[in-house]
């Protein structure tokens, strides 16, 4: 049974910077899309970035482009999001994701897995 354990989150000043962790099991996920979602209160689940975990391809929103990297490690089988120079807008509930298949999907009803999600709050 597949398990997506999400860590990291918590409170942090505008600038700041989080490192949530996603640890992985039950399968093996080289042919899966690891992806990070979002959802603020009040709003849709929207898309943050996602990797290809057979080659560490990756993608992002426009709204965390050059701030936020996505990553993974084979060996821990552990999905990263580093998360730099937070703005108030990124607060959320932090949702790691993952989908059968090697391309980017950025609807978060194409994916199959769900952990149970991180807070992560900003203050201003």
């Known amino acids: 049974q597949v398990q997506l354990v999400e860590s990291g989150g918590g409170l942090v000043q505008a600038g700041g910077s989080l490192r949530l962790s996603c640890a992985a099991s039950?399968?093996?996920?080289?042919?899966?899309?690891m992806a990070w979602f979002r959802q603020a209160p009040g709003k849709e689940r929207e898309f943050v970035a996602a990797v290809l975990w057979s080659d560490d391809r990756t993608t992002y929103a426009d709204s965390v482009k050059g701030r936020f990297t996505i990553s993974r490690d084979n060996v821990k089988n552990t999905v990263y999001l580093q998360m730099n120079t937070l703005k108030p807008e990124d607060t959320a509930v932090y949702y790691c994701?993952?989908?059968?298949?090697?391309?980017?999907?950025?609807?978060?009803?194409?994916?199959?897995?769900w952990g149970q999600g991180t807070q992560v709050t900003v203050s201003s």
């Open positions: 994701a993952a989908a059968r298949g090697l391309y980017y999907r950025t609807n978060y009803n194409e994916y199959n897995y």
């Open positions: 039950g399968r093996t996920f080289s042919s899966y899309t």
